[in-house]
């Protein structure tokens, strides 16, 4: 029997997707390995978005390149395929699967023809107007499951590959939706992350016609879940109902992803992101509004072509109005096919580099504030796991920021394992990425 390998790289879009494709995999007869040096198939599920990312697959497959990926197979999944295509072959002559995730329906017969001794084989189809959903998915958490509602992006940020490597927008049909959610809840799970590279946009192509925040409050009524997320959302089509469906249902995680990448209306324009840092500002004060205290997150993108210092410090200003709780940084990476590779003020290396350790010095400070307010507050966490070097229990809050905590010593012994469990803990310590504390036993 055959035996496969897969490593993926990128968003949950592609972690959601590897677990689509390992229940594919299995269903065809192949284990799953957890070396690619016991696999006869290897597989890259990868990313594009920046270039250190679309690197990483090449410096894998170069691992094999001279013999010692004899008798194995490869293949390449996922944003980078969809991107370079048959490049691939000429790039890495060892790899014998191209395939892009709108084409993950055909994997079965692509596989059949790899079985039947074909040597290059590709999906590369964009114009799937069907979502990928299977039966088969293999999911990797017992507690915690992903729910694609959306796949594709419409919109077109001059910086971005993704409506290049995922295609035109598809929503999935809200009973479709509804039903897997509902099943999941019925095998246990009871955390959902719904997702989508623009949540936001989803609409219901049944005769429903459900919006997100339909869909959002409707999901969070299902009985026995106790945790919904989401991610992401564009600042765009972001609109008040969604802030009313989580201040109206606590199971809705106080918790949202809005990506701002920069705070000057300059570089957002030149971005096309189709808003202004106004109008960013207004979605920021309706959650600032609710009864919830939502926690904040965003990405930030520093050095696009023609940022000056002032519009830097736009950015670095937004931070500090806003509070997010965490964000993710990047320095701007050219990629290919985008508009913005046709402006030409690019910022220098260094200057990017600068101003990435600038501003994430400046969100550290924040993160310490926020996090140190946190200390003696009462949080419900989600139990992820153990870790045995720091002898703490892992957990999540409902505003996704990690809780440490411990089991208070001279008492009952807990038994077996809370990982899937929901504890009340005491906050007692905070650093800049995490907070420390320890377990209510009543609770
Ligand atoms: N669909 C989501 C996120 C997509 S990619 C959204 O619209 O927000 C995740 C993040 O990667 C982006 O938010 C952006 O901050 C970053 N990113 C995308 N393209 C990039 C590029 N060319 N260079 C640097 N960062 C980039
Ligand atoms: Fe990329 Fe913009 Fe689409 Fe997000 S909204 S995936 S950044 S094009
Ligand atoms: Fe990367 Fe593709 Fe996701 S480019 S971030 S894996 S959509």
Same mark, same amino acid.
């Given at each position: 029997m055959s035996k496969f390998y897969i490593e993926t790289f990128g968003c949950q879009m592609n972690a959601h997707d590897s677990e689509k494709v390992v229940g594919t995999m299995l269903a065809k007869g192949y284990t799953q390995v957890e070396s690619p040096d016991d696999a006869d198939f290897v597989l890259y599920n990868t990313c594009s978005i920046r270039d250190k990312a679309e690197q990483k697959v090449y410096h894998r497959l170069d691992t094999f390149k001279?013999?010692?990926? !004899?008798? !194995?197979?490869?293949?390449?999944?996922?944003?980078?395929?969809?991107?370079?295509?048959?490049? @691939?072959?000429? !790039?890495?002559?060892?790899?014998?699967l191209v395939v892009g995730s709108a084409s993950y329906s055909k994997l079965p017969e692509l596989l059949v023809q790899l079985e039947n001794g074909a040597q290059r084989v590709t999906g590369l189809s964009l114009d799937a107007d069907e979502a990928f959903e299977t039966p088969l998915t293999r999911r990797d958490n017992?507690? !915690?499951a992903y729910i694609t509602i959306i796949e594709g992006c419409d919109k077109n940020c001059t910086y971005c590959v993704v409506?290049? %490597?995922?295609?035109?927008? +598809?929503? +999935?049909?809200?009973?479709?939706?509804?039903?897997?959610?509902?099943?999941?809840?019925?095998?246990?799970? %009871?955390? @959902?992350?719904?997702?989508?590279?623009?949540?936001?946009s989803y609409r219901d192509p049944s005769s429903e016609g459900w919006d997100f925040a339909t869909l959002l409050a409707r999901i969070a009524e299902i009985p026995g879940l106790r945790r919904l997320r989401f991610?992401?959302?564009h600042p765009r089509d972001f609109v008040r109902e969604i802030v009313d469906a989580i201040s109206e249902n606590?199971? @809705?995680?106080?918790?949202?992803?809005?990506?701002v990448q920069s705070g000057s209306n300059y570089v957002l324009e030149r971005m096309d992101r189709l808003y202004t840092r106004e109008r960013y500002m207004e979605c920021i004060s309706w959650m600032k509004a609710s009864p919830r205290d939502i926690a904040l997150s965003t990405d930030i993108i520093v050095g696009f072509p023609g940022e000056t210092d002032r519009d830097f410090e736009q950015t670095m200003r937004l931070l500090g109005e806003v509070e997010y709780s965490s964000i993710f940084s990047f320095k701007y990476s050219p990629r290919p096919n985008t508009g913005a590779l046709a402006l030409e003020d690019h910022v220098p290396e260094e200057v990017k580099r600068q101003r990435l350790l600038a501003l994430q010095e400046h969100q550290r400070q924040i993160q310490i504030r926020l996090n140190e307010n946190l200390v003696g507050r009462l949080e419900e966490v989600f139990v992820d796991g153990f870790n045995q070097s720091t002898g703490q229990w892992i957990g999540k809050t409902s505003q996704f920021r990690t809780l440490n905590f411990t089991v208070p010593a001279n008492t009952v012994p807990v038994s077996g394992s809370l990982a899937g469990q929901y504890r009340t803990v005491r906050v007692t310590r905070s650093g800049p990425n995490s907070l420390a504390g320890e377990m209510l036993l009543s609770a």
């Open positions: 001279n013999g010692s990926g !004899k008798g !194995k197979r490869f293949g390449v999944l996922g944003c980078v395929a969809q991107q370079e295509g048959e490049a @691939i072959f000429e !790039k890495a002559p060892h790899v014998n017992p507690h !915690k409506p290049f %490597t995922r295609g035109r927008e +598809r929503s +999935r049909q809200s009973s479709s939706v509804m039903d897997e959610a509902r099943q999941l809840v019925d095998l246990g799970y %009871t955390e @959902i992350m719904l997702l989508g590279q623009n949540v936001n991610t992401t959302s606590p199971v @809705i995680c106080n918790f949202v992803h809005l990506p």
